[in-house]
């Protein structure tokens, strides 16, 4: 069992940046791979970055990448979801995810555990 919440939402202008956590709880929390998704009002939940158990491979989306860097600290049971050059269509519900597996994973029906979300606001 993982139980995972995330800080670190908030409004920005555009352009700005903003650094997402999300704290997870057990001691297997470094078995699990993880990942953040996010959900604008009135559209699905999207993938947005993954990463794999170890730490040693990642994933992005298009619309993120180059802006958007996923990294973990096992030792603090703590993925983080760097975010720059943010732009108003970045607005969404942030959630992280834990999998069960070894790989990375980008379908959300995947992911076994969520968080409770952390809302991030772009302002243009």
């Known amino acids: 069992q993982v139980q995972l919440v995330e800080s670190g939402g908030g409004l920005v202008q555009a352009g700005g940046s903003l650094r997402l956590s999300c704290a997870g709880s057990?001691?297997?929390?470094?078995?699990?791979?993880m990942g953040w998704f996010r959900q604008a009002p009135g559209k699905e939940r999207e993938f947005v970055a993954a990463i794999r158990w170890s730490g040693g491979s990642t994933y992005y989306a298009d619309s993120v990448k180059g802006r958007f860097t996923i990294s973990r600290d096992n030792a603090k049971n703590t993925v983080y979801l760097q975010m720059n050059s943010l732009k108003p269509e970045d607005t969404a519900v942030y959630y992280c995810a834990a999998a069960y597996r070894i790989v990375l994973i980008t379908v959300k029906e995947e992911y076994n555990y969520w968080g409770q979300g952390t809302q991030v606001t772009v302002s243009s």
């Open positions: 057990g001691r297997t929390f470094s078995s699990y791979a």
